[in-house]
């Protein structure tokens, strides 16, 4: 593998979850979600992984102190995940390799998939590569729009999808490999110019191909692997999943 750092979304304020603790440190399957997420980027394996929280992040600082891999970057607003992204310039300015973006609130992700989705990021030397999944009810998420040789054009999120957008079945995870010198390069040249007035990550991708670059996709065939954790039955389903992956490992 290439030199790799990870960034680490994970400066959400978990309103859906209806508690007082930060999301990310929810356990699932007696583990801090957050912890799942490192321990699996660490076995990919991840030299660095900086995570981006909120200034009230101190929970999450506790549960992962262990891991000597893990950096930390307070994001004081919360503008979006392009803005999220943008707190680690200076900490990557110097970074010559591959940037791979996850959320702290996916705990189902596995080695094996972040694995395929780097291996195809070097095989065609892209300068950004998505993970995506098809959904057959993908309400909420980002819809993949490809042009007509089957290249990954853009990125709409769910509040700017137009009815046309919303028949699009194959959804962004959230999950991307970047090319280090292109990345912070894209970001300069994004907006808030949409509905949440938020600074979109995924505006970074209509841009990089505008531009020529090479974008790929690395589709994961399992979207229960990659769906966030946002409510308490979420968080319910992602026990069961995990515990029947245990018991098979053990079979196994």
Known sequence: MRNIVSIVLAAGKSKRMKSN????????????????????????????????????GTRARQVLKKHISVKYIVQKEQLGTGHAVMQARKLLENFKGIILVVCGDTPLLTVKTLKRLISKHIARNADATLLTTDMDNPSGYGRIVRNSNGSVQRIVEQKDTSCEHRLIKEIN??????????????????TNKNKQQEYYLTDVIEILANEGHVIEAEKTLDPNEVVGINTRSQLAQAETILRHRKSDELII
């Open 173 to 190: 995870t959230g999950t991307y490999c970047f090319d280090a010198k292109y990345l912070f390069k894209a970001l300069n040249k994004i």
């Open 21 to 56: 603790i930060q999301k990310i440190v929810h356990e699932v399957a007696g583990k801090p979600m957050i912890t799942h997420v490192i321990e699996t980027l660490e076995d990919v394996p991840v030299t660095r992984n900086i995570i981006v929280i909120n200034p009230e």
